[in-house]
């Protein structure tokens, strides 16, 4: 079934969402957007899906972050974008079943804030983690609310501040993701972890999800809502957007 771009298929109890645009790396479009929340609402009404996954098309990209195409330009616009993408990627903590994140290839910017989001990440041991907002003048707006709780603050910084991309052995060594796996075993693995979920008493599992995230989605991500529009409108960030158009390296000021 297609739900926007995404693809949504029910295998038994467990809900695999494919992000299905390759073309654009399946960066975060409208229509990625709005099939992840489709397919997350259908979760939700479903009794009979205990776990759902998430994952992505092709050989090389979970994917890519925004979609820098339709980047906005003025203050009132940029603050309708960053209060559309933060609720979005906020929507994997306010689901009350399990999600997987089953991480095929490059997640970058929002698609590795969309992978943390989730409860689990397995990790194919092709793929690579990173924030590279900071080559855009920018910061990830949802990383910087969540990321030092998993990796500690000086790595979060670091991560935040160079953008440099890290390893899927890395990633496992820090605690982003869950296990790593060879490739090709991907969604097999993820599956299999699913079904182990699946088969636990329901109301615990719920209960478990939502005393560890107890608290999230606070005072922290409205400020973030808030104090974004302010970055994007920097010089820094119209020389980094160009540069990144142009193939080019930016030069800040």
Do not use: W
Not at 209 to 227: C, H, I, T
Not at 230 to 235: G, H, I, K, N, V
Request: charged letters at 25%.
């Amino acid at each position: 079934m297609r739900l926007g771009g995404v693809e949504f298929e029910k295998r038994g109890r467990v809900a695999l969402m494919t992000l299905d645009e390759p073309h654009k790396l399946n960066a975060l479009s409208t229509g990625i957007r709005d099939g992840i929340l489709d397919s997350l609402a259908k979760i939700e009404a479903d009794d009979e899906i205990r776990v759902g996954i998430i994952t992505g098309s092709g050989e090389k990209t979970f994917c890519a972050g925004a979609d820098l195409s339709n980047l906005p330009v003025t203050p009132a616009q940029v603050r309708k974008f960053i209060g559309g993408v933060l609720p979005f990627l906020e929507a994997p903590e306010r689901c009350s079943k399990p999600l997987i994140a089953a991480v095929n290839g490059l997640a970058y910017g929002g698609g590795f804030e969309l992978a943390i989001a989730c409860d689990f990440i397995i990790s194919s041991d092709r793929a690579k983690f990173g924030v590279p907002e900071i080559q855009l003048g920018l910061l990830p707006g949802f990383a910087v609310v969540r990321l030092h709780e998993i990796v500690g603050r000086p790595k979060a910084k670091e991560m935040s501040m160079l953008g440099d991309p890290i390893s899927a052995e890395e990633a496992h060594r820090l605690g982003i993701a869950l296990k790593v796996v060879p490739h090709a075993n991907l969604i097999d693995e993820a599956m299999q972890f699913a079904e182990k979920l699946a088969s636990k008493p329901r109301v615990a599992i719920d209960m478990a999800k939502s005393f560890y995230n107890r608290g999230l989605g606070g005072d922290e991500m409205r400020y973030a809502v808030d104090a974004f529009p302010f970055l994007f409108m920097t010089d820094d960030v119209k020389e980094g957007v160009a540069a990144f158009r142009e193939k080019r390296k930016p030069k800040f000021a």
